[in-house]
């Protein structure tokens, strides 16, 4: 399996909002950890169905560890960010590692390819976190499991579909275990062709030892892609911020 233990991510699943407040609260989320050192970019994924599970998805990188969220040890300042967070939403937030793409190359930090910037998202969640021959069978066999496979050669050409990413969750917080992001280069989020092979997605036999499996295309606006206040970092050697 492919990856990196060099980069480590936020996966956030935002399923209640308050619409009012959502966007600032997320702002200031953002803005406090784009001090940390550690901080690549983050992005907000708004889920283009509005009777979707969840309404957004956050996806944020870092080049380390340091960041309370992974550690288990917030400031009073995240404590604070956290308590005005779950008063008024409902969101399932996790620490991830990228363990597996199609290409056996690391996607991330992974920003869209251009401003229009759709994607496929997928969220696997395990009744028991602490199965091990369940995320073995899963991650043995993920490109058919997880829809991968489907979604290579099943879209139709002009969706653009490339890379796909495996996310698995490393933090104890109960959650969401895996997530596969799948990049449509080729459309906007007016496209009809890929809310029709959505369709087809979401109808996708997934193994029935997950408890439940959630299937959406999202759009990265981009005024809600933040990187650092100190400016966009230099990625190492084999990474790159638009594979």
């Given at each position: 399996?492919?990856?990196?233990?060099?980069f480590?991510?936020?996966?956030?699943?935002?399923?209640?909002?308050?619409?009012?407040?959502?966007?600032?609260?997320?702002?200031?989320?953002?803005n406090?950890?784009?001090?940390?050192?550690?901080?690549?970019?983050?992005?907000?994924?708004?889920?283009?169905?509005?009777?979707?599970?969840?309404?957004?998805?956050?996806?944020?990188?870092?080049?380390?560890?340091?960041?309370?969220?992974?550690?288990?040890?917030?400031?009073?300042?995240?404590?604070?960010?956290?308590?005005?967070?779950?008063?008024?939403?409902?969101?399932?937030?996790?620490?991830?590692?990228?363990?597996?793409?199609?290409?056996?190359?690391?996607?991330?930090?992974?920003?869209?390819?251009?401003?229009?910037?759709?994607?496929?998202?997928?969220s696997?969640?395990?009744?028991?976190?602490?199965?091990?021959?369940?995320?073995?069978?899963?991650?043995?066999?993920?490109?058919?499991?997880?829809?991968?496979?489907?979604?290579?050669?099943?879209?139709?050409?002009?969706?653009?579909?490339?890379?796909?990413?495996?996310?698995k969750?490393?933090?104890?917080?109960?959650?969401?275990?895996?997530?596969?992001?799948?990049?449509?280069?080729?459309?906007?989020?007016?496209?009809?062709?890929?809310?029709?092979?959505?369709?087809?997605?979401?109808?996708?036999?997934?193994?029935?030892?997950?408890?439940?499996?959630?299937?959406?295309?999202?759009?990265?606006?981009?005024?809600?892609?933040?990187?650092?206040?100190?400016?966009?970092?230099?990625?190492p050697?084999?990474?790159?911020?638009?594979?």
């Amino acid at each position: 399996m492919a990856g990196t233990a060099k980069f480590y991510y936020v996966w956030n699943f935002f399923e209640k909002i308050t619409p009012a407040g959502f966007l600032g609260n997320w702002l200031a989320t953002g803005n406090y950890v784009r001090n940390n050192k550690d901080f690549i970019v983050t992005q907000l994924h708004r889920n283009l169905n509005p009777d979707g599970t969840f309404k957004y998805v956050n996806f944020a990188a870092f080049d380390g560890l340091d960041f309370e969220l992974f550690k288990g040890e917030p400031s009073e300042t995240w404590k604070r960010l956290m308590k005005e967070t779950t008063s008024i939403h409902v969101n399932y937030p996790g620490g991830f590692t990228e363990v597996a793409t199609n290409t056996g190359k690391p996607l991330g930090p992974w920003l869209p390819n251009d401003d229009k910037g759709i994607f496929f998202v997928i969220s696997f969640k395990a009744a028991d976190e602490n199965d091990a021959k369940l995320q073995e069978t899963f991650e043995k066999d993920w490109m058919e499991s997880s829809g991968a496979n489907f979604i290579l050669q099943k879209a139709p050409k002009d969706l653009g579909i490339s890379h796909l990413g495996l996310y698995k969750k490393f933090t104890k917080r109960p959650g969401l275990l895996y997530v596969l992001r799948a990049e449509l280069k080729g459309v906007g989020e007016d496209s009809e062709a890929a809310r029709s092979f959505l369709s087809q997605l979401k109808a996708f036999k997934f193994p029935d030892y997950f408890e439940r499996v959630d299937t959406d295309l999202y759009r990265d606006d981009p005024e809600n892609i933040l990187f650092p206040h100190a400016g966009k970092k230099d990625l190492p050697e084999g990474h790159s911020y638009k594979p």
